[in-house]
């Protein structure tokens, strides 16, 4: 049991041994009871950094909002939990090694791109795919940074910091993937005459291929419901637009357009949402086992799967025209479109809730 074990049942005060904690007679002191035989490095530097009146404070919360809202409340999403704290992050990613790992991804990345520019790579791109590099990836970038702004608003909103760290690295990851892609097309730009760094952006706001993309991305954005924004970036979002065009085109499409370099710059991200999905995974799994709350949750996800599935099956469809646009043609869309429909049902059927009936055809 995480809670402190009080020493007799009425226990009103908040001084220093009112109350007896795990591993209080340990020399190695902690407060809590780690999730394996020894604490980690990431419990000690993670766990209750944000406060609860229900383990600590007798007091209950020290300031609230005007309106009597107290700091943090379990009322923020509809979900429901017996105890928030038995979260753990899958990858233990705490702020030192966060920053780590920001900084080595963003090293190989600008030293890929440094070398490929030394070796006039970018002036050998097909120019039907430069076309595509500038239109469409440069739209992509404002969906992956819509992302980012959603879960940064989604973090603020968790009762605990571990479930708070794990959406605020995601949001990291988003924004950081966002600004790789700018200094990308900005870089090679330079290179490429007549490149448009700027079309992307008309792209995201007024070609119908991005509209249902934008849809989505806007609704999510506007979601009150923290825990439905980052399920639905996660368990929606990503499988069904964002690595159906990761790994489902320009991975495989660039090759064959003279192009090694955008796979090098893409994959990153898709090294980023292996990490976070693993992590969401792990809280909607501990969401939907739960003794107490779990077929409630159960019928809450699935609703939320329903909203954010067919809107995101519709932005992917929207999406076909673009595989259609590079001279050399070495994906199908409709293969493209079928792997990332059974990625979504695995991780559905992993987390035993029910996809709508258009994706699990």
């Not at 291929?209 to 989505?216: D, F, G, I, M």
Request: aromatic share 10%; net charge negative.
């Amino acid at each position: 049991m995480d809670t402190a074990t009080l020493d007799s049942p009425a226990v009103t005060s908040g001084a220093a041994g009112a109350a007896k904690f795990a591993g209080s007679d340990s020399r190695k002191y902690n407060y809590f009871t780690p999730k394996g035989r020894k604490a980690t490095h990431y419990e000690d530097m993670t766990l209750d950094v944000q406060p609860d009146p229900k383990r600590y404070l007798l007091q209950d919360w020290i300031i609230s909002f005007a309106d009597g809202t107290p700091t943090y409340s379990e009322t923020w999403t509809a979900a429901r939990c017996a105890d928030w704290h038995a979260y753990r992050a899958v990858d233990e990613e705490w702020e030192r090694t966060h920053f780590q790992r920001q900084s080595t991804i963003v090293g190989m990345i600008s030293q890929a791109v440094e070398n490929a520019r030394r070796a006039g790579a970018p002036q050998r791109f097909d120019k039907t795919w430069v076309k595509v590099l500038e239109k469409h990836l440069g739209a992509y970038k404002h969906a992956e940074f819509g992302m980012g702004t959603a879960l940064m608003h989604a973090q603020r909103y968790g009762y605990t910091q571990m479930v708070n760290s794990t959406i605020l690295t995601n949001a990291s990851y988003k924004l950081r993937f966002a600004q790789d892609l700018t200094l990308y097309l900005g870089d090679i730009g330079t290179d490429i005459a007549g490149f448009d760094a700027e079309i992307g952006k008309q792209q995201w706001l007024s070609d119908p291929v991005w509209q249902p993309t934008r849809e989505l991305v806007e609704t999510i954005g506007g979601e009150t419901d923290f825990l439905a924004q980052y399920f639905a970036v996660n368990i929606v979002f990503e499988p069904l637009v964002g690595e159906l065009l990761r790994s489902g085109f320009f991975m495989q499409a660039a090759a064959s357009q003279n192009d090694f370099l955008t796979p090098t710059v893409v994959s990153a991200a898709e090294g980023d949402y292996q990490r976070n999905l693993a992590n969401c995974v792990e809280l909607v799994h501990m969401l939907v086992s739960d003794d107490t709350h779990g077929p409630q949750n159960v019928l809450l996800f699935n609703g939320w799967l329903q909203r954010y599935g067919e809107l995101a099956l519709s932005a992917a469809r929207h999406l076909q025209p673009i595989w259609s646009l590079p001279h050399v043609k070495v994906v199908r869309f409709e293969d493209a479109l079928a792997s990332a429909t059974g990625r979504i049902r695995n991780i559905a059927v992993q987390l035993g809730l029910e996809l709508p009936e258009a994706l699990s055809a």
